[in-house]
């Protein structure tokens, strides 16, 4: 068991630009998270994935940004024309089984310029 | 729609000292809670939870919470600190999804420092 791993851990862009995050949830975890933290705040719950179905999408993922877990194992986060705004820690989780507790990776730390 | 109120943002203790940091929720029904740390630059790490039963429950690291339904509270003590212990600490509830997921709302944090 290797932990939940995100890629990459620093991202740097340009304002306007496209980036892709990737999270490689625990094995045969079959639920996956995904958190927006700013500095200074708690992680806030952007969405959620019950294997390659997405079942919740909180209203903080604008029309800019894009998730996808296509065949229930690893997912990837897109967000396209990033502004100054999205500068943050993205966080990835998983879990397996019902009310189960989430485990976390070390984040992408994404900054726009 | 539930919250989370963490109201020290900064708490410093001794090395040795017993701490406690305070956790408020607001939540309709039983809440599922829970408390994680995070190191500074890493994710964030489980100590404990709550689903039901004992109202005491123990964690990892030598700390344990108490929930408290009168007070809607679930603070986080430590008998003794270690100066590892110096991070920030979250209190999150959480909210059953569709599936089964669990839906975490996070307070602010409060950041522990520990003076050896």
């Known amino acids: 068991d290797t932990g939940v791993s995100q890629n990459p851990r620093h991202k740097i862009t340009k304002r306007g630009q496209n980036v892709t995050f990737r999270c490689d949830p625990i094995?045969?975890?079959?639920?996956l998270y995904w958190y927006r933290q700013t500095l200074g705040q708690g992680p806030e719950f952007l969405t959620y994935?019950?294997?390659?179905?997405?079942?919740?999408k909180s209203r903080l993922l604008s029309d800019r940004f894009s998730a996808e877990r296509p065949k229930g194992s690893f997912s990837t986060l897109e967000i396209q024309r990033t502004e100054q705004g999205d500068s943050a820690m993205y966080l990835c989780?998983?879990?397996?089984?019902?009310?189960?507790?989430?485990?976390f990776g070390q984040g992408t730390r994404l900054t726009v310029v | 729609a539930q919250s989370v109120t963490q109201p020290d943002i900064h708490i410093t203790v001794s090395e040795g000292a017993s701490l406690e940091l305070r956790c408020n929720y607001s939540?309709?029904?039983?809440?599922?809670l829970f408390w994680y740390v995070q190191s500074p630059g890493q994710g964030l790490q489980l100590l404990l939870k709550?689903?039901?039963?004992?109202?005491l429950v123990q964690g990892i690291k030598g700390f344990e919470a108490e929930f408290k339904r009168s007070q809607s509270s679930f603070n986080l003590r430590k008998p003794s600190v270690h100066w590892s212990d110096a991070a920030e600490y979250f209190c999150?509830?959480?909210?059953?999804?569709?599936?089964?997921?669990?839906?975490?709302?996070f307070g602010t944090g409060t950041q522990l420092k520990v003076e050896l």
């Open positions: 989780a998983s879990s397996l089984g019902d009310r189960a507790e989430a485990f």
């Open positions: 994935f019950q294997n390659e179905a997405q079942l919740e």
């Open positions: 709550y689903f039901s039963g004992d109202t």
């Open positions: 999150a509830v959480g909210l059953i999804l569709t599936g089964g997921g669990n839906k975490l709302t």
């Open positions: 939540y309709g029904a039983t809440p599922y």
């Open positions: 094995s045969e975890h079959n639920r």
